[in-house]
T-cell receptor
């Protein structure tokens, strides 16, 4: 199993540009999560999904959108990039019976 | 919502010493408390977790204790080694709901000097 994979690893965006951060897991996990990590601020939940077709907002959803059309994929969309969205983005997943979340390798995003 | 406070923000110890990181949480309904280790440039990885029906859990040099009454839990690392140097995050969640989510502390940077 590859576990949780994320692409791209690093991206530079200009203000106002759009992009999609990809997240895929091959563990057949129902639950998937998107976090952002800013220096000294821990991990903050952006959006999460409890299964295909079901998504919900986390603590910091503004400026982001998600979709969950399949169990495996949970893309995160930035429509109008802003400097405040410069961060490291982590995707995570877990199975329904266990609480342990498994993280992807992260995407480092720089908005200039 | 849940709020998790973590202290200290940085911790420097000598190799072989013990290290203790403390967290408090606000939601008395929280019942699952994991600890994650994140090395520089890497993803967070679970090192140990505890549920609210258990007061203490050990795994080799790592232990976690939970005080539900005081709403705090701690990570204890004994006989620290340079490879323990990393950022450690505590988290809390209410695992009873399918919609349960983790709330993380801000992290503790642990530096173990040889």
């Amino acid at each position: 199993n590859a576990g949780v994979t994320q692409t791209p690893k690093f991206r530079i965006l200009k203000i106002g540009q759009s992009m999609t951060l990809q997240c895929t897991q091959d563990m057949n996990h129902n639950y998937m999560y998107w976090y952002r990590q800013d220096p000294g601020m821990g991990l903050k939940l952006i959006y999460y999904s409890v299964g295909a077709g079901i998504t919900d907002k986390g603590e910091v959803p503004n400026g982001y959108n998600v979709s969950r059309s399949t169990t495996e994929d949970f893309p995160l969309r930035l429509e109008l990039a802003a400097p405040s969205q410069t961060s490291v983005y982590f995707c995570a997943s877990r199975s329904g019976g266990l609480e342990t979340q498994y993280f992807g390798p992260g995407t480092r995003l720089l908005v200039l | 919502g849940e709020n998790v406070e973590q202290h200290p923000s940085t911790l420097s110890v000598q190799e072989g010493d013990s290290a203790v990181i403390k967290c408090t949480y606000s939601d008395s309904a929280s019942n699952y408390f994991p600890w994650y280790k994140q090395e520089l440039g890497k993803r967070p990885q679970l090192i140990i977790d505890i549920r609210s029906n258990v007061g203490e859990k050990k795994d080799q040099r790592i232990a976690v204790t939970l005080n539900k009454t005081a709403k705090h839990f701690s990570l204890h690392i004994t006989e620290t080694q340079p490879e323990d140097s990393a950022v450690y995050f505590c988290a809390a969640s209410n695992g009873n709901s399918g919609y349960s989510t983790l709330t993380f502390g801000k992290g503790t940077m642990l530096l173990v000097s040889p």
